[in-house]
């Protein structure tokens, strides 16, 4: 079956860099997608990785790992605006995407 | 352009009603989703449909209809309201069903059955 985790909660400082990590297991893949959702909003897209390797966004940066199940979300110079929760969602064998229950990331002063 | 709405904002409804939450996007997208949000549980697939005229079952159906009879409007119908139905219920949308395809979500609907 398919299963994604991912933790709970972060806290990390204002100005500083942050790993937020997701472990899936699917039986085929077909690429794994970051979002965001700020509190009493809807989800908005960050990013989709479908090969191995590092893909940069300016100061955001989502990183690939198929052979290891494993992504993980880096946001550099953090803002007190990227306080929110980040979704890590992969497809299933339908092509319809299975959502981890988040990562609530608090910024400090 | 609005691109995805979502009536009501909110709403509080008896057991045993009937409801419907409306979702319309203007982007000519092919594919629509529902959504339930529980805290700690993470965003679960109700329905969807990869183009109008067709619809299939998520992760977590039963207790709702929808039907897809445009492009634009995907409505999802609680025939029969239960408490365990209290949750906020977010439609999406794509260009295409495609797995790599990115979502465009509406505000949501906050439901709360008693």
């Known amino acids: 079956g398919q299963n994604i985790d991912q933790p709970t909660e972060m806290t990390a400082t204002e100005g500083a860099i942050v790993q937020i990590n997701c472990t899936y297991q699917?039986?085929?893949?077909?690429?794994l997608f970051w979002y965001q959702q700020h509190a009493g909003e809807a989800p908005t897209f960050l990013s989709y990785n479908v090969l191995d390797g590092l893909e940069e966004k300016g100061r955001f940066s989502s990183f690939l790992s198929r052979s290891k199940g494993y992504s993980y979300l880096l946001l550099k110079e953090l803002q007190m605006k990227d306080s929110a929760s980040y979704l890590c969602?992969?497809?299933?064998?339908?092509?319809?995407?299975?959502w981890g229950a988040g990562t609530k990331l608090i910024i400090k002063p | 352009i609005a691109g995805i709405t979502q009536a009501p904002t909110s709403q509080i409804l008896a057991a045993g009603r009937r409801m419907t939450l409306r979702c319309t996007q203007d982007?000519?997208?092919?594919?629509m989703y529902w959504y339930r949000q529980d805290l700690g549980l993470g965003l679960r697939l109700i329905h969807y449909?990869?183009?109008?005229?067709?619809?299939g079952k998520g992760e977590v159906p039963d207790g709702y209809s929808v039907s897809r009879a445009n492009t634009d409007d995907f409505p999802l119908t609680l025939a029969s309201a239960v408490p365990s139905q209290t949750s906020v219920y977010f439609c999406a949308s794509s260009v295409g069903g495609e797995s790599y395809n990115e979502q465009f979500f509406g505000p949501g609907t906050r439901l709360t059955v008693l």
């Open positions: 699917t039986s085929g893949f077909n690429g």
């Open positions: 969602a992969v497809p299933d064998s339908n092509y319809q995407l299975i």
């Open positions: 449909s990869n183009t109008a005229g067709t619809t």
């Open positions: 982007m000519r997208h092919n594919a």
